[in-house]
C-alpha cells in the first residue's frame, strides 16, 4: 500500500550529472521526511540527504554537500536528488526512505534505523 520508488541511476562519466526521482505513494507525503542513501559493494550503508515536507529542513553529508541538491515537489509526491560532479567514488545502489518527521525532528536524520519505509534502489555507476 505505502510504497516508494527509485528512479533516474544509470551510467555516467566523471564530472556529470544525474537525477534521480523518489516516487511516493500510499503515504500522508505532507508529514513526511524523505532520506537519501547509497551503498556500495561490500560498504555500508551511507546516509546522504534528508528533506522535511513539513516545514522544508534540509540535511547534507559533508561528502555530498556542494554536489547534490534534494528537493520535494507536494503535487506530484516526489523528492528528487540532484547530483553534479559525479566521481566515481559516489557508484552505488541509491535508495529512498520515508520516515514520519514529527518523530525524526531534532535526532538523527542519518540513521537507517528512523527510517520506516524503503525503495528498491537505482543503481549508479560512474566512470572515470
Known amino acids: 500500500e505505502e510504497s516508494l520508488v527509485e528512479s533516474g541511476g544509470g551510467l555516467v562519466q566523471a564530472g556529470g550529472s544525474l537525477r534521480l526521482s523518489c516516487a511516493a505513494s500510499g503515504f500522508a507525503f505532507h508529514d513526511l521526511a524523505i532520506g537519501w542513501f547509497r551503498q556500495a559493494p561490500g560498504k555500508e550503508r551511507e546516509a546522504l540527504s534528508c528533506?522535511?515536507?513539513?516545514?522544508?529542513?534540509?540535511y547534507y553529508a559533508d561528502s555530498v554537500k556542494g554536489r547534490f541538491t534534494i528537493s520535494s515537489d507536494n503535487p506530484k509526491d516526489a523528492v528528487y536528488l540532484q547530483m553534479n560532479n559525479l566521481k566515481p567514488e559516489d557508484t552505488a545502489v541509491y535508495y529512498c526512505?520515508?520516515?514520519?518527521?514529527?518523530?525524526?525532528?531534532?535526532?538523527?536524520?542519518?540513521?537507517?534505523?528512523?527510517?520506516?519505509?524503503w525503495g528498491q534502489g537505482t543503481q549508479v555507476t560512474v566512470s572515470s
Open positions: 528533506v522535511s515536507n513539513v516545514d522544508g529542513t534540509k
Open positions: 526512505a520515508a520516515a514520519e518527521w514529527r518523530f525524526l525532528r531534532g535526532g538523527s536524520w542519518y540513521e537507517g534505523y528512523e527510517y520506516d519505509e
